[in-house]
């Protein structure tokens, strides 16, 4: 039986954070494959441009092209509106039947904010990430309580940080894939 972790998010763009981050989480998780999955339009960031998700998905396929364990899928761009991972999940749970949501600490806190919380910790198991640096929430609600925390590497890296570098034409060697800096150049993204 297959098990899976989704990690969903922008990816604007993708980064070494991202990549060591998932891959951490495979190996303490014991997991099969790590798809990720590219926001078309986030529900918590309606407000805040990206990159045509053409790009961003080019760039994630690009990182994990040569990593057996990792994976993508275009199923919330394909659907043409704002991603939420309740309609993820409910499509993905017909092809796999363990799958594991991998979110970040800051998430956990305001779960019960999201579409159909109670739905999404039936279809999957929640998976937080878990930074040395994270703060306790001031209470402990029952998302909270069902999460499975996981210790992960903490990784200074923020898709806002190389975006800003780009735009004041630092270097971002090291920060993201090689094959995504030249893609990044080649298509003179983040410029603006």
Avoid: C
């Avoid at 590497?153 to 993201?176: A, D, G």
């Amino acid at each position: 039986m297959t098990s899976i972790g989704i990690f969903g998010g922008t990816f604007d763009p993708i980064h070494i954070g991202h990549l060591i981050t998932a891959q951490a989480v495979r190996e303490k998780r014991n997991l099969d494959k790590i798809i990720f999955i590219p926001t078309l339009i986030s529900p918590h960031k309606t407000e805040i441009p990206t990159i045509s998700h053409i790009h961003r998905l080019e760039m994630i396929k690009l990182s994990i092209k040569d990593i057996p364990y990792f994976d993508f899928s275009d199923i919330e761009i394909r659907n043409q509106a704002i991603s939420y991972t309740i309609d993820t999940l409910s499509s993905l749970k017909n092809k796999f039947e363990n799958i594991e949501l991998i979110i970040g600490f800051d998430n956990i806190i305001k779960f019960s904010t999201w579409k159909k919380p109670d739905e999404i910790i039936k279809l999957s198991k929640l998976i937080v990430l878990r930074r040395k640096l994270s703060e306790l929430p001031a209470s402990e609600d029952k998302y909270y309580k069902s999460a499975i925390f996981v210790d992960t590497p903490t990784i200074e890296i923020s898709s806002s940080e190389v975006r800003e570098r780009i735009k004041n034409n630092l270097p971002i060697k090291f920060l993201v894939p090689r094959k995504v800096e030249k893609y990044i150049y080649k298509h003179n993204l983040y410029k603006e």
